[in-house]
């Protein structure tokens, strides 16, 4: 079983550092959620909020404190300081950017990351953020289709050229190449799962459901798969509910294949970045993972 790690609120230089800790000790894969900017007051709730569990996260989701950091610069950072780690968003705002400019950072980070960046992406829950920066959030749909539909055409390397409801350009080419970059849906409603089934190279669940639950998903996931007939395998990261690697055994029996566990379980929040190393492997040995990374 492959174990990632899922890191929000950090600041950029802590991420890199972290980024670096994880690909030496052996984890699989990093995570960076993000938010453009925080609304000093909004009513919003994220849609993990409907969830009869307990989250990980307690409280707003973009809260005072809350450090917020370019994923793309941040994950361009990392990617220069690892050598095997998969790099990804998880997620990135789709709708809240223009789709040729979003393809021209995804082709420069996976340049940078030589191919182990992977692109998580939804559409966003926080209205007043998508009010804040002039994007009608009653679009955000229509605006996500769109946008994926973009960037992916413009990584194909061939001239191409747009017209639909929300964007239109002329004949136009990134002039990089093919970009070959994983897509990965997020969200645990039913119809995020038949999205991410049917548009998507993989599938990450959103806030952290329990072992359970995540059977549950998986099953309605391989069944929105089977409808559609899906040729091809859907890869799938569940965020897993973590206090040491005992919690992982019920996933690994049940033949979970990528698990992702929360990184301020591991590296703390204060500190210089030395003893936030430090402090890192030694949880890393106290909980068991270090074992277990190994294997």
Same mark, same amino acid.
């Given at each position: 079983?492959?174990?990632?790690?899922?890191?929000? #609120?950090?600041?950029?230089?802590?991420?890199?550092?972290?980024?670096?800790?994880?690909?030496?000790?052996?984890?699989?894969?990093?995570?960076?959620?993000?938010?453009?900017?925080?609304?000093?007051?909004?009513?919003?709730?994220?849609?993990?909020?409907?969830?009869?569990?307990?989250?990980?996260?307690? @409280?707003?989701? %973009?809260?005072?404190?809350?450090?917020?950091? $370019?994923?793309? *610069?941040?994950?361009?950072?990392?990617? *220069?300081?690892?050598t095997r780690i998969m790099l990804a968003t998880g997620i990135y705002l789709l709708p809240l950017r223009h789709p040729i400019a979003v393809a021209r950072s995804i082709a420069t980070l996976q340049d940078l990351a030589k191919g182990r960046f992977t692109l998580g992406v939804g559409a966003g829950w926080l209205a007043e953020e998508f009010r804040a920066l002039g994007v009608e959030f009653g679009d955000r749909w229509s /605006?996500?289709? =769109?946008?994926?539909? %973009?960037?992916? +055409?413009? +990584?194909? @390397?061939?001239?191409?050229?747009?017209? @639909?409801?929300? %964007?239109?350009? $002329?004949?136009?080419?990134?002039?990089?190449?093919?970009? #070959?970059?994983?897509?990965?849906?997020?969200?645990?409603?039913? !119809?995020?799962?038949?999205?991410?089934?049917?548009?998507?190279?993989?599938?990450?669940?959103?806030?952290?459901?329990?072992?359970?639950?995540?059977?549950?998903?998986?099953?309605?996931?391989?069944?929105?798969?089977?409808?559609?007939?899906?040729?091809?395998?859907?890869?799938?990261?569940?965020?897993?509910?973590? =206090?040491?690697?005992?919690?992982? $055994? @019920?996933?690994? !029996?049940?033949?979970?294949?990528?698990? %992702? /566990?929360?990184?301020?379980? +591991?590296?703390?929040?204060?500190?210089?970045?030395?003893?936030?190393?430090?402090?890192?492997?030694?949880?890393?040995?106290?909980?068991?993972?270090? =074992?277990?990374? /190994?294997?």
């Open positions: 079983m492959r174990i990632g790690l899922s890191a929000y #609120d950090i600041g950029a230089a802590d991420f890199a550092a972290l980024a670096e800790a994880a690909d030496e000790a052996g984890f699989d894969s990093i995570w960076l959620g993000e938010h453009v900017v925080r609304p000093v007051s909004y009513t919003s709730e994220h849609p993990s909020a409907a969830s009869p569990t307990t989250q990980h996260h307690q @409280g707003p989701v %973009v809260a005072e404190g809350t450090l917020l950091i $370019d994923p793309f *610069v941040t994950l361009a950072a990392a990617s *220069v300081r690892t /605006l996500f289709n =769109e946008h994926l539909e %973009v960037v992916r +055409l413009l +990584l194909t @390397g061939q001239e191409a050229q747009f017209s @639909g409801r929300h %964007v239109e350009f $002329d004949a136009v080419r990134l002039d990089t190449g093919r970009v #070959d970059v994983p897509i990965v849906l997020g969200g645990n409603s039913p !119809a995020a799962l038949r999205r991410a089934s049917r548009y998507g190279d993989g599938w990450l669940s959103s806030g952290t459901p329990t072992l359970s639950e995540a059977k549950v998903l998986r099953a309605d996931l391989d069944r929105a798969c089977a409808s559609i007939g899906r040729p091809r395998e859907l890869l799938q990261w569940y965020r897993a509910r973590f =206090e040491d690697a005992a919690d992982l $055994d @019920g996933y690994e !029996a049940s033949d979970f294949q990528r698990v %992702v /566990l929360w990184a301020d379980q +591991l590296w703390p929040r204060h500190g210089d970045l030395p003893a936030k190393r430090e402090h890192f492997e030694a949880r890393l040995r106290e909980t068991g993972l270090h =074992e277990r990374l /190994l294997a």
